[in-house]
């Protein structure tokens, strides 16, 4: 059933929306200012090719201007990391003397 899905959304509007959203990115690309949005414009399309049901309604949310998805893990310890170095830089001066 999946896969009858995935060929009908195709068939029926994913390919007219993903080349829809491949030239929205080309002419972003005309202006420098433009080229973070065209990059976005190209990866929507791409998602726009094959998504099941789920995948569209999160394509609506989703900016990915500037921005790379990662795993969910990548990024939980990524702001750990981030964490635990600005504790680390508030309790240290800013020759490396504790403060306090």
């Known amino acids: 059933m999946r896969v009858i ?16 959203w491949w030239v ?9 200012v433009g080229i973070p949005w065209g990059k976005a414009c190209f990866v929507i399309g791409q998602f726009t090719f094959f998504p099941c049901g789920i995948q569209h309604l999160k394509l609506a949310a989703i900016a990915p201007i500037g921005k790379t998805s990662v795993p969910k893990k990548t990024a939980e310890a990524a702001r750990k990391a981030n964490a635990e170095s600005s504790l680390s ?7 490396g003397q504790a403060v306090g």
């Not at 899905?5 to 080349?19: K, P, R």
């Open 89 to 95: 830089q508030r309790h240290t001066g800013s020759h």
């Open 24 to 32: 929205a990115g080309l002419l972003a690309y005309l202006s420098i």
């Open 5 to 20: 899905g995935n060929f009908l959304w195709f068939i029926l509007g994913g390919v007219v929306m993903g080349l829809g």
